[in-house]
């Protein structure tokens, strides 16, 4: 609350220097001193970036955390009520995601205090860029088509896409084994098979969703792919989904490549 009051009080006292058109640019300026004040500071890790409400999760780089705000704790990602294969397929995946974001294509150039800092030696970074090319030419092939007609949108991008496919194939793979290792202390009131069916439902149906042509487009141009491909992409590269699902070989969701980055 001190700080809040602090802050306003900047702003008050920027906004007088000035007139109403000059406003912006004064909240800008003191957005930007206060920042700078922070410059050399610890790291306040109780400061959250998003409402409480929000249905998102994120892994912050410069503070090597992982941030879930209230919003998601709910279904269809977490529910007290559901068996714990279901949670783990919800936001068990969620939290392995955000946690290999930490180590994306992007962000593993940062060490454990949020500093960027080279740390992976030569050889683990040529084998890393070798591996995670074949993630980035599998989602490259995939054709988005509209929900609607059925009409060929375009290609995913599979570089601008390349670290939340990692994130997604890491999340999928560390949700499944942290829910076995779960079974060994809390056995399931399901047989294995049944349970691994649920947990790999509860991943998919997270990710079900019908979308306009514009959505779509607009995913396109994003770097997380449409809903459908998240789902897709992870489990072609599941060897255990394919065995829990029977998939036949060089089936859509078993095919014989698959890309193995984090094994």
Known sequence: ?????????????????????????????????????????????????????????RYKRNENQIVFPAGILRAP?????YDAAQNFGGIGVV????????????????DGDGNFNPWWSNATNITFTTKTQCLSDQYAKFVVNSDLTGAVLGNISGQRSLGEAIADNGGLKTSFRAYHEYLKKFPSQYTEETGDKLFYLSFAQVWCSKNTDRYLLRDLRRK????????????QNNAEFARVFKCPTNSNLNPSKKCLLWE
């Open 1 to 57: 609350m001190v700080k809040v009051l602090i802050f306003l009080s900047a702003l008050a006292t920027a906004a007088t220097a000035g007139s109403v058109t000059e406003l912006p640019e004064s909240v800008s300026q003191v957005n930007i001193d206060t920042n700078l004040k922070l410059n050399g500071q610890p790291v306040d890790k109780r400061k959250f970036d998003m409402p409480p409400q929000t249905v998102n999760a």
């Open 77 to 81: 990602y977490f529910d007290l009520k």
């Open 95 to 110: 939290i392995g995601h955000e946690i290999t974001h930490g180590f994306d294509n992007r962000f593993r150039n940062y």
């Open 224 to 235: 997380h792919p449409p809903d459908r491909f998240r789902v897709t992409g992870a489990l």
